[in-house]
């Protein structure tokens, strides 16, 4: 396969990847940004939101292999990625929707009940959505270069998606509430993500492997030593990251009203929507794995600047936030591209194409940014003696704790994660290209292996 700049995809299909993308991750921003807010709000306590979060990912472990299975398995004539995309596309939208109406005069028991079940039916949906939409891009095209062109893509509408949230739901919560919110939101979702269902073609599915169990799942990984390296250093950089989680938090009780949701969500999120724009470029001069690095590591540095500074000048706090994201931007955009390298990998070291069970291990990461972050976070809290209610004054040493979770602890975990990246992610992109082009019989392993530029 060569890298050259006839694409496989239609402008149309690029678009239709781009939307559904854009539709799911409106549903996911309302939720990574709002429902622990929302919860606390109708009087659920932070010890209680993070024991819902937790309970979720109980569930999690279990549903994200499974589902990995099923995607490589259960191949629907013409469609094993749009089969599963189909169903998200309604049940996203719904379970949003039933996470934000739990009945205003129910017990605290029926509401916590209620919203544990509705997070796990949430949860289940972007399963669906999450590991088939990054694996359909390699059904999509053999081209890597246009891979890489379709994650951008990708990305590109997912922070145009935190955008919209950011902006407009904390327009709309006040005057219309949490429930109206969520059913204009699920609207707005599901339409977006009608379109890949028309547009998008899967053209490479790839040969059938053998059924595999559980036990073949996680032996699998085991082979693919740099999936499973780079999903630790992922799940390490993202344990500590509260900012998100306590945005809300932050603007009402640090800096002193809600109005500020805004401000904070639009200087992380407009940032990386016009880096994303840039990245393509930016990966045709520079090996992403140099980039992503070099990037995270600046961030590092800024995050370390704000956090000895303080939430007291607002204006030098949203610029630091950011400049810091204009970097946050390069690697967290090339983060899904290394998924797709150890896909190749795998099948360099194994035979076995288990586009599946890569993506599902991408999507298991991503949630437990949502839900594990999230749940510690709360756990932080009530550590801090935070009071559940709206309008509830909180003290002094409770707001200091609350920066000190979103400023301070998000370093911990960058700094780890690019200390197990450097010492044993070995991949680059011009050994990924000599590994496509043997998976494809292009090229002997014997070639490939004397071209690398490192031992793999």
Request: aromatic share 12%; charged share 15%.
């Amino acid at each position: 396969m060569q890298n050259n700049k006839k694409l496989t995809t239609s402008k149309g299909e690029r678009a239709a990847y781009g939307l559904y993308a854009f539709g799911a991750i409106l549903s996911y921003y309302m939720i990574m940004s709002y429902l622990q807010l929302y919860m606390t709000d109708i009087g659920i306590s932070a010890i209680a939101v993070g024991i819902i979060f937790m309970f979720a990912k109980m569930w999690d472990a279990v549903n994200d292999p499974i589902f990995g299975v099923l995607v490589d398995k259960v191949n629907p004539k013409g469609s094993k990625y749009k089969f599963w995309l189909r169903i998200a596309s309604i049940a996203i939208p719904l379970t949003t929707i039933l996470l934000f109406i739990v009945p205003a005069q129910a017990s605290i028991q029926v509401k916590i009940v209620w919203s544990a079940v509705a997070y796990v039916l949430w949860d289940t949906a972007y399963t669906m959505y999450d590991v088939p939409m990054n694996a359909i891009v390699t059904a999509m095209t053999e081209n890597l270069a246009e891979r890489n062109k379709l994650y951008s893509i990708s990305a590109f509408f997912v922070y145009l998606g935190a955008l919209v949230v950011a902006i407009f739901v904390p327009m709309i919560y006040p005057a219309l509430g949490w429930g109206m919110t969520a059913v204009l939101l699920g609207i707005l979702c599901m339409v977006n993500m009608l379109f890949l269902n028309f547009k998008c073609k899967e053209r490479y599915m790839g040969t059938a492997e053998e059924e595999s169990s559980i036990k073949d799942i996680f032996l699998s990984l085991l082979h693919n030593k740099y999936l499973l390296i780079f999903t630790l250093a992922s799940i390490v950089g993202s344990i500590t990251n509260f900012a998100n989680t306590l945005n809300g938090y932050v603007a009402i009780y640090c800096l002193g009203s809600e109005s500020y949701i805004t401000l904070l969500s639009l200087a992380s999120a407009v940032p990386v929507l016009f880096i994303t724009l840039f990245v393509p470029k930016l990966l045709e001069k520079a090996d992403k794995f140099a980039a992503y690095v070099a990037t995270r590591i600046i961030t590092i540095l800024i995050d370390g600047v704000i956090c000895l500074m303080g939430y007291g000048n607002v204006t030098l706090l949203l610029v630091l936030i950011v400049i810091k994201n204009i970097f946050a931007g390069v690697w967290s955009v090339t983060a899904v591209m290394f998924i797709a390298d150890c896909v190749e990998y795998g099948q360099y070291r194994t035979g076995e194409r288990n586009q599946g069970i890569a993506f599902a291990t991408k999507a298991f990461t991503n949630k437990i940014v949502v839900a594990v972050t999230g749940a510690i976070a709360m756990f932080g809290l009530a550590a801090y003696g935070f009071v559940e209610g709206a309008g509830v004054t909180q003290t002094k040493e409770t707001i200091s704790g609350i920066w000190r979770l979103y400023s301070a602890f998000p370093i911990i975990g960058s700094v780890l994660s690019i200390m197990i990246l450097v010492a044993f992610y070995k991949l680059r992109d011009k050994d990924v290209k000599l590994i496509i082009q043997a998976n494809n019989g292009e090229i002997s392993r014997e070639e490939a292996e004397e071209k690398f530029s490192r031992k793999i």
